[in-house]
Nanobody, 123 residues
Framework: QVQLVESGGGLVQAGGSLRLSCTASGRTFGNYVVGWFRQAPGKERAFVACILWSNTYYEDSMKGRFTMSMDNAKSTVYLQMNSLKPEDTAVYYC??????????????????WGQGTQVTVST
């Protein structure tokens, strides 16, 4: 098990940028797969991006705007979000798993979750 703590959310105007951070408590990410998900009001939690063996995968609608990266020395992953739109408003969650069972775009592939950080994009 790994404890995850997200930070960096906030209120930003459309077109602006935010960088979210997710830090693993007490250990490095090591061989964990780490992902970002988001949940907008009234909607299901949805895949944003993940890092698997130094390769990064994105939801199609976020390619070119969002960049996920990992700093193993700091046990931290980042989600740089640019050109934000009001529809990006959601609670953003960091997730991790040490095993690969189902698709990494599914929430049930992950068994470690952070508490979430709110991102609000105003018009």
């Amino acid at each position: 098990q790994v404890q995850l703590v997200e930070s960096g959310g906030g209120l930003v105007q459309a077109g602006g940028s935010l960088r979210l951070s997710c830090t693993a408590s007490g250990r490095t990410f090591g061989n964990y797969v780490v992902g970002w998900f988001r949940q907008a009001p009234g909607k299901e939690r949805a895949f944003v991006a993940c890092i698997l063996w130094s390769n990064t995968y994105y939801e199609d609608s976020m390619k070119g705007r969002f960049t996920m990266s990992m700093d193993n020395a700091k046990s931290t992953v980042y989600l740089q979000m640019n050109s934000l739109k009001p529809e990006d408003t959601a609670v953003y969650y960091c997730a991790a798993t040490s095993t690969i069972g189902s698709s990494l775009r599914r929430t049930d592939a992950y068994n470690n979750w952070g508490q979430g950080t709110q991102v609000t994009v105003s018009t």
